[in-house]
C-alpha cells in the first residue's frame, strides 16, 4: 500500500513554469510512477510515467520537450517541472503508482493508487 498526495499546483501565466510534487507514504517507494491530467468534461489523460528507478521515463507528445518527469527516491517524491505552461495544460493533475514488476503504461486504469490531484491553471 502506498499513499500519494500531490502539491505544487497554482495559477500561472502563459509561458510559465511550475513544478508539482507526489509525496508517497507506505512501505515502499519502489513503484513505477506516473503523471495524469483531466480537464473538465474530458477523460483523464496520460502526461508522463518514469520506472521505479528513474532510468526510465515516458511523455505524452503534448508535453514533449516542455514538462520532464523526475523522482528522488531517498525523498519518497516524484516530480513534473512544466515549463512554457500552455492554457491546455489547465488541468487537475494526478499522480499514480503502479506495481515495478509491470511494465510502463499510458493507461489510467492500469494504475493501482492515486492521489487527490491539484489543480494547475493557465491563463492567456
Known sequence: QVQLVE????????????????????????????????APGKAREFVATISWSGGTTYYADSVKGRFTISRDNAKNTMYLQMNSLKPEDTAVYYCAARSPIRKLTTKPDEYDYWGQGTQVTVSS
Open 7 to 38: 502539491s505544487g499546483g497554482g495559477l500561472v501565466q502563459a509561458g510559465g513554469s511550475l513544478r508539482l510534487s507526489c509525496a508517497a507514504s507506505g512501505r515502499s517507494f519502489s513503484y513505477n510512477m506516473g503523471w495524469f491530467r483531466q
